[in-house]
């Protein structure tokens, strides 16, 4: 905990991060934002022969979208949903004497919009091309990138309550999904070496809630559907996922209506980079300051 809060607290120090007074909410400086542009250039130049589509959604999704996607049954300790006021004049002015007193909370009568945060980047991409129709027999790639927001306020500066994630998604059949995730597996660790970041990749779970959670938890470790790339952050012990590597099975496929040429449901697996830890791993491992960063790493990301 010590150590989290020092790297935070010289983060704020070097102005990379900017301190908001919420935990997990930060500003970031231009130096910090230069670096994930670096690596993107990076993503871009690994990925880029593949042909994936690229679609950009802003941080808030169409809210019957996250209700049909399950998020609420399996994570509804981090979502975030956008309210807003939508009352009378009448309204307003008890509204703004409920602010003035500040005994009462002043968001109980807002009403919820048609918009949540996006919990993950690639959660606004099935639906879309659901709707487009039945996916190609050579299977679909798409590059993504957005702010997610999850509930998860901490002092490790790796985890925050609003970040950026950079995906590839690939739809097809089992075998060509499975191809997709071997491929950046081997790509993230080459990547992260290039960078002279020191790398694992171990098998994980996403947090599934309460009860019933533990035997989503236990299955999706049996059958090996989440892998993690780790690289030291806070703590050496505990090393922090920067890359996540997803295979979804046919189960979004199913929920979705996601059909291949041949009417078989399609299978979807996603990669997702992790844009400020990656960027937290190289000012951890090299340096506050980019410009005493290793010469072959500056090299590799500038050129
Ligand atoms: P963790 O186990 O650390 O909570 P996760 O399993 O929730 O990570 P994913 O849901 O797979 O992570 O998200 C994809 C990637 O987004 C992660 O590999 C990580 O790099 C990044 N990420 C996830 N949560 C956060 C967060 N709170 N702050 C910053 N980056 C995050
Ligand atoms: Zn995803
Ligand atoms: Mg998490």
Request: charged letters at 25%; glycine letters at 8%.
């Given at each position: ?68 996607s ?6 509804p ?17 008890s ?12 968001t ?31 299977g ?5 990138q957005?702010?997610?927001f ?45 960078v002279?970041l020191d ?34 952050i806070?703590?050496t ?7 996540s ?39 951890h ?19």
């Open positions: 905990m010590d150590m989290q809060t020092s790297f935070l607290d010289r983060l704020f120090d070097a102005g990379l991060l900017i301190d908001t007074g919420v935990d997990g909410l930060y500003g970031r400086s231009g130096q910090f934002e230069e670096v994930i542009a670096a690596f993107e250039r990076l993503i871009d130049k690994v990925g880029g022969a593949d042909g994936a589509e690229a679609m950009r959604f802003p941080p808030g999704m169409n809210r019957a979208f996250f209700e049909q399950g998020y609420m049954k399996s994570f300790q981090l979502a975030g949903t956008v309210h807003s006021f939508c009352g009378s004049e009448l309204d307003h002015m509204l703004l004497k409920c602010m003035e007193v500040g005994e009462e909370d002043w109980k009568d807002q009403q919820a919009t048609d918009i949540v945060l996006t919990p993950a980047a690639c959660y606004p991409l099935y639906p879309t091309v659901a709707r487009r129709g039945k996916i190609s027999a050579k679909a790639l798409y590059d993504l957005s702010y997610c999850r509930h998860e306020p901490s002092k490790d500066p790796a985890r925050q309550q609003l970040f950026r994630m950079r995906e590839y998604v690939c739809m097809g059949t089992e075998q060509h999904v499975t191809d997709f995730r071997q491929s950046w597996m081997d790509r993230g660790v080459e990547m992260m070496k290039a002279g790398v694992t990749i171990d098998v994980a779970n996403d947090p599934f809630f309460g009860r019933a959670g533990k035997m989503m938890v236990n299955n999706q470790r049996d059958q090996n559907l989440k892998f993690e790339l780790l690289i030291p806070t703590s012990s505990n090393p922090t996922a920067c890359m590597f997803n295979y979804h099975q046919d189960s979004f496929g199913t929920k979705w209506g996601l059909n291949l040429e041949d009417g078989s449901v399609a299978h979807t697996a996603c990669v997702g980079f992790g844009l400020e830890r990656i960027a937290l791993a190289l000012f491992t090299h340096g506050l300051d980019v410009n005493e960063w290793p010469e072959n790493v500056r090299a590799t990301l500038w050129g």
